[in-house]
């Protein structure tokens, strides 16, 4: 038998203008769970996308169970055993989950002993037991619309069990999940490969690899730097190996000097879409040269907030005050002239245009001013004089530059593509809504430094983060949620994490609002 299930030989592949992945060549074991860690953008994702046949390389050779193969389709790898559970999942909303597993190979029966129909029935009670069997207990149906994030990623992962996968390859599976949500997936993970699976593991998450991973490939730009026994590595090796430079770990910042008051949300209520009122009488401010960080597990209506302020979202009742003017029910593009910026959770929906350009995208503000628009037309040099400018300033990386489709970048560097175009408004109030996730060590870095940076010059900063390191490296002032209120508002060095996460928990209730000394 092969000493390895998956070899990749000297793969190179590219596309106009870059070069995905340089000669890479790894060699993975049975029954390891191993790791492909790099910046947004280093090609992990395109590596594992010819290994589950959704590319060809231009160069190199894979060998699966010690056998050369020319991986064709998707359909070509799972008939090889291999799964993969992509960052964006592949689901149909409107099916349940047992007809999203089951497609392509549905089980069959005879109805009136002669014309074949799928046997749903069936369907439903093998689901439920393969999802028993591995602890992934979801309802078969279900309609996949109505799930949550982290029942979908459990939907995605059996489907690659429903289809005998032995290689199961996962492509950022923490990205978009809470912290909750991690631990639990993790420990699926693990059990996966206790149940003779090989994990292929896609991340920039060092702390992830360091619990779950035996081995772990760092790419940089494409190229294979290292292959690292995890066990003996620190975090602090792989970072400076992923990012190609030396990374802090520590948020450098000097004391905050607070001025005017910018922000000011006065008895504020929410309603969602079933009428529930998800945000309930919230009040706080932000002064300019503050961070304020509101602090919540999911789904604890700090979106809601974010969004209401933003415009995005009506306000049912309450007052919201930028620089002195009421602005709670002024429209979008009014508040973003006024002087907001927001960085929203959801960058594909809301954040960007997938199919336009990303010189188009870093415009999307400020197209309609000059000097991008001269009596009603278009300056598309101004576009790209702009975007270039732009992406060498925050360093986005894209295979065609400016007049890439902004589709076909990476996560990582759409966010990046948001924060630059949204900093670069200058605006008084800056919104920042889980601004770091999917982004590499590199990245955060780097985001946290300029965050830091508008503060400093003035701005006002409302950071929504489920990160709790992130919100007790960053805030000058710390409002803890729970439940659509807000249970503290206090000065950052005044609290610690415990305190923080219990009141996140809703585990103790203030007595008296302390509020951040001007």
């Known amino acids: 038998m092969a000493d390895y299930i998956v070899e990749m030989k000297h793969i190179t592949k590219r596309f106009p203008g870059i070069i995905a992945n340089d000669d890479v060549s790894i060699q993975i074991k049975k029954g390891e769970i191993y790791a492909l860690l790099g910046e947004n953008g280093a090609g992990k994702s395109t590596l594992m996308s010819m290994l589950f046949g959704m590319y060809e390389p231009d160069e190199g050779e894979i060998y699966i169970r010690g056998e050369k193969v020319k991986l064709e389709s998707p359909n070509h790898a799972t008939k090889l055993n291999i799964g993969m559970v992509h960052q964006h999942f592949k689901l149909v909303s409107n099916y349940t989950i047992a007809e999203n597993i089951i497609m392509g190979m549905e089980p069959v029966k005879k109805a009136f002993g002669f014309i074949p129909v799928v046997d749903i029935k069936k369907a439903n009670e093998e689901i439920k037991a393969l999802s028993e069997k591995y602890g992934l207990a979801v309802n078969p149906t279900d309609l996949i619309s109505e799930l949550n994030v982290s029942t979908q990623q459990r939907v995605e992962i059996l489907k690659m069990l429903y289809r005998e996968a032995e290689i199961l390859i996962f492509d950022e599976p923490t990205a978009v999940l809470t912290p909750q949500e991690i631990e639990f997936l993790l420990e699926i993970i693990k059990g996966l490969r206790d149940n003779g699976k090989t994990i292929i593991l896609i991340t920039h998450k060092l702390e992830e690899i360091k619990r779950i991973a035996d081995r772990c490939a760092i790419l940089n730009r494409g190229k294979l730097i290292d ?6 590595t620190s975090t602090k090796t ?9 990374v802090s770990f520590e948020t450098e910042k000097k004391p905050a000097n607070f001025g005017e008051v910018v922000l000011d949300v006065n008895n504020l209520n929410v309603m969602n879409k079933q009428d529930f009122r998800i945000v309930k009488d919230v009040s706080f401010q932000i002064h300019a040269g503050e961070i304020l960080a509101i602090a919540g597990v999911a789904g604890n209506g700090q979106v809601e907030l974010a969004d209401a302020i933003a415009g995005l979202m009506p306000v049912h009742s309450g007052t919201i005050l ?5 602005i709670t029910n002024m429209p979008i593009r009014q508040r973003t002239l006024q002087g ?12 960007l245009v997938m199919n336009f350009t990303l010189s188009e995208n870093l415009a999307l503000k400020d197209y309609f001013k000059e000097p991008y628009c001269h009596k009603g037309v278009l300056d598309h040099r101004e576009f790209f004089e702009n975007s270039e400018r732009l992406i060498e300033k925050y360093d986005i990386r894209s295979g065609q530059g400016s007049e890439t489709i902004v589709r076909s970048m990476s996560g990582g560097n759409q966010q990046k593509a948001i924060i630059a175009r949204e900093i670069e408004l200058d605006s008084h109030l800056m919104i920042f809504v889980q601004p770091t996730r999917g982004l590499d060590i590199g990245a955060i870095e780097n ?52 305190e923080v996460g219990e009141f996140m928990m809703g585990v103790k209730k203030q007595g008296k609002r302390e509020e951040a000394s001007v």
């Open 227 to 232: 292959v690292l026994d995890v066990a003996t």
């Open 238 to 246: 792989m970072a400076n190996l992923m990012v190609g430079r030396a």
């Open 322 to 326: 930028l620089s002195g003017e009421d």
């Open 340 to 351: 907001i910026s927001y960085i929203p959770e959801d960058r594909q929906n809301y954040g």
């Open 447 to 498: 985001i946290h430094s300029q965050m830091i940076a508008e503060r400093d010059k003035g701005h006002a900063i409302l950071l929504i983060s489920l990160e709790l390191d992130e919100i007790m490296d960053c805030a000058d002032t710390i409002a803890v949620i729970y439940n659509g209120e807000i249970q503290k508002i206090a000065p950052a060095d005044t609290l610690t994490a415990n």
